[in-house]
C-alpha cells in the first residue's frame, strides 16, 4: 500500500486548506484510513480517522473545523480544514490500517502545513 499525501501550504489564521491522500496497491484489507499530525518538537498525534462503514471521529481540537472523507470509487482520503489556527501548523501524515491477516499502518511522507500571519 503507497500513501501519497498533497495540499499542504501557508495559509493565514482563519483560512483554510484540503489535504489529499492518494492510495493506492493491495488496499483490499485496509479497514480505516486517517490522518496524525507532527508539529516541530513533538510527537506524532492523531488528528482523524474514518472507517470503511463511514464512522468518523476527530480529536477534540478539531472538532467543528476540519472534516475527514474519503472517495472509495478514487482511492482518494481527504481532510478540509477550516477556521485554520496556528496550534495546527505541523506535517500532516495519512494513513491506512490493515486489520486481516495481520495489523498493519502504512504511511505517506507527509505534507507541510504553516498557519502564520
Known amino acids: 500500500v503507497q500513501l501519497v499525501e498533497s495540499g499542504g501550504g501557508l495559509v493565514q489564521p482563519g483560512g483554510s486548506l484540503r489535504l489529499s491522500c492518494a492510495v493506492s496497491g493491495s488496499i483490499s484489507n485496509i479497514a480505516t484510513m486517517g490522518w496524525y499530525r507532527q508539529a516541530p518538537g513533538k510527537q506524532r498525534d492523531f488528528v482523524a480517522i474514518?472507517?470503511?462503514?463511514?464512522?468518523?471521529d476527530y480529536v477534540d481540537s478539531v472538532k467543528g473545523r476540519f472534516t475527514i472523507s474519503r472517495d472509495t470509487a478514487k482511492n482518494m482520503l481527504y481532510l478540509q480544514m477550516k477556521n485554520l489556527k496556528p496550534e495546527d501548523t505541523g506535517v500532516y501524515y495519512c494513513?491506512?490500517?490493515?486489520?486481516?491477516?495481520?495489523?498493519?499502518?502504512?504511511w505517506g511522507q507527509g505534507t507541510q502545513v504553516t498557519v502564520s500571519s
Open positions: 494513513f491506512a490500517r490493515q486489520l486481516m491477516p495481520n495489523l498493519v499502518n502504512y
Open positions: 474514518i472507517s470503511n462503514g463511514g464512522w468518523t
